[in-house]
């Protein structure tokens, strides 16, 4: 992780990398240093991967969901997806977004792993005139219009087929 915090031009950190940066203080300041070299850099963390980000409880960060994700941005000086109903995604300086797509089929093991792949795709891609920030947004919202038409499928066809991590990285895949 040091050396990929140091070399990686655009980085998204999710699960245990996030709690990797949360309990190493040398991570903190290697991920803090990434903006000054126009790195970017998005973490994606769920309330308690945010809670271990700043040091208090999953209490606290869910009873201000916004400052929580604006705190996380500010002090790591990334692009910040605080993961959940109501995903916020915010960067430095930027409006924060909040997003309406995505339902609670999303609550499943390994859907929010799913999210860093069009969140990296996003932002690989050739520029489309958008700052990362938009384009995250748009990858946060994709992902969660995928579980929206999941469940509303399901309903017409009478199905009541969890919504599997796999099953949303094919439809990823397939739009």
Known sequence: ???TLQRARTLVLDADGLNAVASNPAL??????RMARNQTTVLTPHPLEAARLLGTDTAAVMADRLAAAR???ERF???????GSGTVVCAPGETPRINASGNAALATAGSGDVLAGPIGAAL???ETGKSALLRVADAVYHHGWLADRWVANASLHSSCAPLTAGALARAASAT
């Open 1 to 3: 992780l040091p050396e």
């Open 28 to 33: 903190q300041d290697a991920v803090r240093q």
């Open 77 to 83: 000086g990334c692009i910040c997806v605080l993961k």
């Open 71 to 73: 705190a996380l941005s």
């Open 124 to 126: 690989a891609a050739p």
